[in-house]
């Protein structure tokens, strides 16, 4: 079945810190969706991409899905502590149905 | 407005037992999934019902079974839990064509299963 790729598996940040992460694919995606999920919670939408080679912001957070429609990244500027959590990449599968990569921990540096 | 709500939200069952975990949405969405999601494998589809009377299997279907009740609820049966059962399930609805991002796709808060 489609598989999704996502890197890096963790990481940790220091406030302030730009943070990048991306997901591959060996399918082609029409809908590319960025989620991030905080513990004990479902996954809450943060970008949305719909067109090869669209860049869309939202607030700190900017994403763009790939020419090739077979890849995204994610980056975060100037992270602060309640960026915390696990992002997931995730493509749109022909049934409506989601694709997740297997997600990216952001954690605070000691 | 309350979104997807999952029912229960945290339960333990012993191998063999069987139980129905209960989603329902009251946004008028006509698709709905079950995920479950397992550490460092993100979520994998289960069973998903396009639309009020249809069901279909996902990636991950084995073991369970579902009902789409009404257009508002869709019921996710373990018959004989098994200890690879253990996961966190997610429900999510989504709404119709076309496809509007952030309006269009709304997960639950989960339930937390433990099979011992």
């Known amino acids: 079945g489609q598989q999704l790729n996502q890197s890096p598996q963790s990481m940790f940040i220091q406030e302030g810190e730009d943070v990048s992460m991306n997901c591959t694919s060996s399918s082609i995606f029409n809908t590319w969706l960025w989620y991030k999920q905080d513990p004990g919670e479902g996954p809450v939408l943060l970008i949305a991409l719909y067109k090869a080679g669209e860049l869309t912001s939202n607030g700190r957070l900017t994403a763009q899905f790939g020419i090739t429609r077979k890849d995204s990244f994610l980056n975060i500027s100037a992270s602060i502590p309640s960026d915390v959590g696990i992002y997931f990449c995730?493509?749109?599968?022909?049934?409506?149905?989601?694709?997740f990569g297997k997600g990216t921990k952001l954690s605070v540096k000691p | 407005n309350a979104g997807v709500t999952q029912t229960p939200k945290f339960q333990v069952l012993k191998t063999g037992q069987s139980m129905t975990l209960q989603c329902a949405q009251d946004m008028n969405h006509n698709s709905m999934y079950w995920y479950r999601q397992d550490p460092g494998m993100g979520l994998r589809l289960i069973y998903y019902?396009?639309?009020?009377?249809?069901?279909d299997k996902g990636e991950v279907p084995n073991g369970y079974n579902v009902s789409r009740l009404n257009k508002r609820e869709f019921s996710l049966r373990l018959e004989s839990a098994a200890p690879s059962q253990t996961s966190v399930y997610f429900c999510?609805?989504?709404?119709?064509?076309?496809?509007?991002?952030?309006?269009?796709?709304?997960f639950g808060s989960g339930t937390r299963l433990t099979v011992v």
């Open positions: 019902s396009a639309s009020e009377g249809t069901t």
């Open positions: 995730a493509g749109l599968g022909s049934q409506g149905n989601l694709i």
């Open positions: 999510a609805s989504r709404d119709r064509q076309p496809w509007t991002g952030r309006n269009g796709y709304t």
